[in-house]
C-alpha cells in the first residue's frame, strides 16, 4: 500500500425502490476539504494516464463498469516512494480510493461497457494554471503495464 493512500470499501443499501451509496463524508479519517465534484467516463479498453496534482488530493470512486486503477508514489522522500500499486472496482466492488498529491495515477476501463468514475478532488480545477503533471501511459520509468 502506498503511504496516504486510503482505500474504502463502498457499499449499497437496498430497499424495494432502489439503492443508495454513501461515497464520501466529512468524518473519513483521510478527508480534509471539498474543492469540487467531478463525472469522467472511459470507454472499454482506453487508458487515462499518468497525472499527478502538486496541490490537490483526489477522492476517486467507480459510479458505473469495470475500472483498473494504477498508482505510483513519485514523492521523494515517502517511505513507499517508487512503489506502485493496482487495484479493480466494479458494481459489485465499490471502493473510493484517496490519492495524495504527488502520487501518479491513471485508470482503465475494463468490460464491455464505458466506465464512469467520480472524483471529488480537494481543489476546484484551475483553468488559468491547472495543477496537473502528466506522463505518456505507455512511454515513461513506472513499472505498470497497462496492456495487460
Given at each position: 500500500?502506498?503511504?496516504g ?42 487508458v ?9 488530493d ?91
Amino acid at each position: 500500500m502506498i503511504d496516504g493512500v486510503h482505500v474504502k470499501k463502498l457499499k449499497f443499501i437496498k430497499d424495494e425502490r432502489g439503492k443508495l451509496m454513501e461515497v464520501i463524508r466529512k468524518d473519513d479519517p483521510f478527508y480534509s476539504k471539498f474543492g469540487q465534484a467531478y463525472v469522467t467516463t472511459v470507454k472499454p479498453g482506453v487508458v487515462k494516464a499518468w497525472h499527478h496534482h502538486k496541490i490537490q488530493d483526489d477522492n476517486i470512486a467507480l459510479v458505473r463498469g469495470k475500472v483498473r486503477l494504477g498508482l505510483y508514489d513519485a514523492r521523494e522522500g515517502s517511505k513507499t516512494y517508487g512503489e506502485v500499486m493496482e487495484l479493480f472496482a466494479d458494481e459489485e466492488n465499490p471502493v473510493l480510493v484517496h490519492i495524495p498529491a504527488g502520487v501518479y495515477h491513471g485508470f482503465k476501463g475494463i468490460g464491455d461497457q464505458e466506465t464512469m468514475v467520480m472524483n471529488v478532488p480537494t481543489e476546484p480545477y484551475n483553468h488559468e494554471n491547472p495543477d496537473e503533471y502528466r506522463l505518456d501511459p505507455f512511454d515513461n520509468d513506472i513499472a505498470f503495464d497497462w496492456k495487460k
